[in-house]
């Protein structure tokens, strides 16, 4: 396996890229930022000092992961997506000096495995977006987003449950939920869904 940077991308030789990863024009990465194997950072792509990716995440064209964010293996965020990390944003002190990086305490956004956020979505820190969960396009994700959980909106809430393959899950009935693209049966469990045996 290779590691592909094209030379229009701008990546810091303390940041850590991962066998098989690749990235792609005017992104940039950096310092001590770890990639795991087989990630894609797109056109333009910002990848935060010390922000965490696992393997197979893919970071698609302008979209901006800022520190200390963390992204599990196989997390997918949209184009121009922004994972903030400011509570209180502003510029300058209450004194109107300009702010430094010690002036505030950075906040992450912590996205677990196979999770999903859509083009232009913004996750204001600090939240968790849960495992499979889905965040759609344009949506502003303000408080956790549980497991499977498909929100949508400003700010964002749950419509429903998507499965492994990212589709709506469809209700069945008896709190039960079938994936159409798989035919994935879940059941609703501690506020999330769980696949159950056939």
Known sequence: ???RVVDTADVSEEATIGEGSSVWHL???RENAV???NCIIGRGAYIGEGVLL?????IQNYALVYEPAKLADGVFIGPAAVLTNDLYPRAINPDGTQKSASDW????VTLEKGSSVGARAVCVAPVTIGKW???AAGAVVTKDVPPHALVVGVPARQIGWVGFAGVKLEDIGGGRWACPATGDI???????IRKVDA
């Open 1 to 3: 396996m290779t590691i």
């Open 35 to 37: 990639l795991g194997k």
């Open 54 to 58: 696992g393997d197979n995440c893919k």
């Open 133 to 135: 969960a889905t965040v």
């Open 27 to 29: 992104a940039q990465i």
């Open 105 to 108: 305490d950075h906040v992450g």
């Open 186 to 192: 879940f059941e609703e469990c501690d506020s999330t």
